[in-house]
């Protein structure tokens, strides 16, 4: 069941491909390689519209 809609949905997907692009752009990608891979979490909980954090404080940003 989708619990991460709308904005939420958009801003995890939009910041966290950001920051992933930015880990092999630039000069600075060995620093922010760790960053590139925590980045992989946003972008797949806003791909999937399900986040297992929401889930287990029971918190939607659906308007279910």
């Known amino acids: 069941m989708a619990n991460v809609c709308g904005i939420d949905k958009r801003v995890r997907i939009v910041v966290g491909a950001l920051v992933l692009a930015l880990t092999f752009i630039g000069p600075f990608t060995q620093i922010l ?3 590139g891979v925590i980045a992989l979490v946003p972008v797949a909980t806003g ?3 399900w ?3 929401y889930s287990v404080f029971g918190f939607k940003s ?3």
């Open 47 to 49: 791909l999937m519209g």
């Open 51 to 53: 986040c297992p954090v």
């Open 33 to 35: 390689y760790p960053w």
């Open 62 to 64: 659906c308007k279910t």
